[in-house]
């Protein structure tokens, strides 16, 4: 059977973070009490006129720049006509031929390797309203959503990803882009980042392309990693069979962990696009961009190559530190206030994010605060606590929210200097372990000093001094 190579291309949606609708009045949250916020404009009625939101524009401005895109000056609206009944109006108002963003990129690091995926477009549009599919045969509808600031960020052609771990790089690249520049809040839970994989295999070596099929409803990272996965194998069985791919949309069913075909693709002729007539093109100056341009935060690469140049951890930790920008902004904290990077970045993906999954926290709403995560890493360096005090202690800290050093003194746990204290301990485990002792002194069998070493940590409950312990454990062994 012949080796396959997946070809991916990824159109991504994100909802706008402003304070009300595309093109009237109403507020843009998320949830709320069905259709309470609607108003003759986003509910399609006749004669209702669309008014531009500024700011919706200035975000999609703002992202084709961060994306390295050309932005197209004179970009215009169009109609794309469909009907279903999420969609009032019976079209939705898009661009079609002139978005405001062509032609960029955004690099992705995928095993230790910088990988460039260009993108096609960014443009805007405006999202529909939701469905909403009961048992037995009822449907109903909210309009709430119709109408929010929708943007589209499409992969170019020949598309650069060729592996499902590169999508989800590409994703986790772009959701860090848009929230670090805070036109998104990335949840993809929600529903305001979404996500449509459009997958094809094709022979390795191969110079055409196979059919592909667009994947819809993935609502999670781990969905459009599996999603893409599974699609891949299934279109690589069909082919085997002598199957040929049918160019469709298939769904994702989470449960099932398998993709299903929805119903097959439309071609673009059968939206029939024009110039939306209700707006006027954009004029789109140079004073107008450069704005954006001079207000642009710092962009995860640069953070990036900031915390490797002037912290001195990791690519790969950088990589993930780098992720969002609460996380980011969390670390940088820590950082400022225990002076101590590099342990700051353990104890930040490794503990804190354990315990981070492991209760579906965000690090947005970590009960442990950045200054307490760093009062702990000084009480550590500073030899209050021990290490291994300190990962009970996070856990403490994780349920309680309370500050390290309240914790420390009600629970009893800073470190044991007094001498006496730990010599007494050494001494009961030599006692107790005379066989050991004998191996070490008479042998030479140096390795199970370590041995004694734990006894006495664990005798102390872990709150021994190690120095003071070593130190002890030695003139013991020599006299
Ligand atoms: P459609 O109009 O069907 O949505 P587009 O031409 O807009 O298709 O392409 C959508 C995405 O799919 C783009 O990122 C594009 O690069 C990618 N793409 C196009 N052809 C293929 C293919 N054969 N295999 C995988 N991806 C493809
Ligand atoms: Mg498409
Ligand atoms: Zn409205």
Same mark, same amino acid.
């Given at each position: 059977? *012949?080796?396959?190579?997946?070809?991916? !291309?990824?159109?991504?949606? +994100?909802?706008?973070?402003?304070?009300?609708?595309?093109? @009237?009045?109403?507020?843009?949250?998320?949830?709320?009490?069905?259709?309470?916020?609607? @108003?003759?404009?986003?509910?399609?009625?006749?004669?209702?006129?669309?008014?531009?939101?500024?700011?919706?524009?200035?975000?999609?401005?703002?992202?084709?720049?961060?994306?390295?895109?050309?932005?197209?000056?004179? &970009? =215009?609206?169009?109609?794309?006509?469909?009907?279903?009944?999420?969609?009032?109006?019976?079209?939705?108002?898009?661009?079609?031929?002139?978005?405001? $963003?062509?032609?960029?990129?955004?690099?992705?690091?995928?095993?230790?390797?910088? =990988?460039?995926?260009?993108?096609?477009?960014?443009?805007?549009?405006?999202?529909?309203? =939701?469905?909403?599919?009961?048992?037995?045969?009822?449907?109903?509808?909210?309009?709430?959503?119709?109408?929010?600031?929708?943007?589209?960020?499409?992969?170019?052609?020949?598309?650069?990803?060729?592996? &499902?771990?590169?999508?989800?790089?590409?994703?986790?690249?772009?959701?860090?882009?848009?929230?670090?520049?805070?036109?998104?809040?990335?949840?993809?839970?929600?529903?305001?980042?979404?996500?449509?994989?459009?997958?094809?295999?094709?022979?390795?070596?191969?110079?055409?392309?196979?059919?592909?099929?667009?994947?819809?409803?993935?609502?999670?990272?781990? &969905?459009?990693?599996? !999603?893409?996965?599974?699609?891949?194998?299934?279109? +690589?069985?069909?082919?085997?069979?002598?199957?040929?791919?049918?160019?469709?949309?298939?769904?994702?069913?989470?449960?099932?962990?398998?993709?299903?075909?929805?119903?097959?693709?439309?071609?673009?002729?059968?939206?029939?696009?024009?110039?939306?007539?209700?707006?006027?093109?954009?004029?789109?100056?140079?004073?107008?961009?450069?704005?954006?341009?001079?207000?642009? *935060?710092?962009?995860?690469?640069?953070?990036?190559?900031?915390?490797? #140049?002037?912290?001195?951890?990791?690519?790969?930790?950088?990589?993930?530190?780098?992720?969002?920008?609460?996380?980011?902004?969390?670390?940088?904290?820590?950082? =400022?206030?225990?002076?101590? *990077?590099?342990? +700051?970045?353990?104890?930040?993906?490794?503990?804190?994010?354990?315990?981070?999954?492991?209760?579906?926290?965000?690090?947005?709403?970590? *009960?442990?605060?950045?200054?307490?995560? &760093?009062?702990?890493?000084?009480?550590?360096?500073?030899?209050?606590?021990?290490?291994?005090?300190?990962?009970?202690?996070?856990?403490?800290?994780?349920?309680?929210?309370?500050?390290?050093?309240?914790?420390?003194?009600?629970?009893?746990?800073?470190?044991?200097?007094?001498?006496? #204290?730990?010599?007494?301990?050494?001494?009961?485990?030599?006692?107790?372990?005379?066989?050991?002792?004998?191996?070490?002194?008479?042998?030479?069998?140096?390795?199970?000093?370590?041995?004694?070493?734990?006894?006495?940590?664990?005798?102390?409950? $872990?709150?021994?001094?190690?120095?003071?312990?070593?130190?002890?454990?030695?003139?013991?062994?020599?006299?």
């Amino acid at each position: 059977m *012949p080796e396959y190579e997946p070809v991916v !291309g990824m159109e991504c949606h +994100a909802e706008l973070l402003t304070e009300s609708k595309m093109f @009237c009045g109403c507020k843009n949250e998320f949830g709320g009490e069905p259709n309470t916020r609607c @108003c003759p404009v986003c509910l399609g009625m006749p004669g209702s006129l669309p008014v531009m939101n500024k700011k919706a524009v200035d975000h999609v401005i703002r992202t084709s720049l961060a994306l390295n895109c050309t932005i197209n000056r004179d &970009a =215009k609206f169009d109609r794309k006509n469909y009907f279903y009944p999420d969609l009032p109006k019976g079209y939705q108002i898009s661009e079609y031929d002139f978005p405001i $963003g062509v032609e960029g990129y955004l690099d992705v690091e995928v095993n230790g390797e910088t =990988k460039r995926i260009h993108i096609r477009r960014v443009h805007l549009e405006e999202d529909t309203g =939701k469905l909403f599919h009961v048992v037995g045969d009822e449907s109903y509808v909210d309009l709430n959503r119709s109408g929010v600031p929708l943007m589209e960020i499409v992969t170019d052609f020949p598309p650069d990803i060729h592996s &499902a771990e590169e999508s989800r790089a590409y994703l986790t690249k772009l959701r860090a882009i848009l929230t670090y520049i805070g036109v998104c809040d990335g949840k993809m839970e929600e529903g305001s980042l979404r996500c449509e994989p459009n997958v094809s295999v094709r022979v390795v070596g191969s110079e055409t392309f196979g059919t592909k099929t667009e994947i819809k409803n993935l609502n999670s990272f781990r &969905a459009v990693y599996k !999603g893409i996965e599974y699609e891949v194998e299934r279109q +690589a069985e069909v082919l085997d069979s002598g199957g040929k791919i049918a160019q469709e949309t298939r769904g994702w069913n989470d449960a099932k962990q398998i993709t299903f075909s929805q119903r097959s693709k439309e071609v673009e002729q059968e939206y029939r696009y024009f110039p939306e007539p209700d707006l006027v093109p954009l004029e789109i100056t140079e004073e107008w961009i450069e704005g954006i341009r001079a207000s642009m *935060p710092e962009l995860p690469d640069a953070r990036r190559a900031r915390f490797i #140049a002037d912290y001195g951890i990791t690519s790969y930790d950088a990589t993930l530190l780098t992720d969002s920008r609460a996380l980011s902004d969390y670390y940088e904290e820590v950082v =400022k206030e225990s002076n101590d *990077p590099k342990s +700051a970045a353990n104890w930040l993906m490794g503990d804190l994010m354990r315990l981070l999954n492991a209760n579906s926290g965000e690090i947005g709403t970590c *009960p442990i605060r950045a200054s307490h995560l &760093a009062t702990m890493l000084r009480r550590i360096n500073d030899g209050t606590i021990s290490g291994k005090i300190a990962k009970t202690l996070i856990e403490e800290m994780y349920t309680t929210g309370n500050d390290p050093d309240a914790i420390i003194e009600e629970k009893g746990w800073k470190t044991v200097k007094d001498t006496g #204290a730990i010599q007494a301990m050494v001494e009961k485990v030599f006692a107790e372990n005379p066989a050991i002792v004998a191996d070490i002194k008479e042998k030479g069998l140096v390795q199970k000093r370590g041995f004694l070493v734990g006894q006495v940590m664990k005798a102390s409950q $872990g709150k021994a001094d190690p120095q003071e312990v070593n130190r002890l454990i030695d003139a013991l062994l020599a006299r």
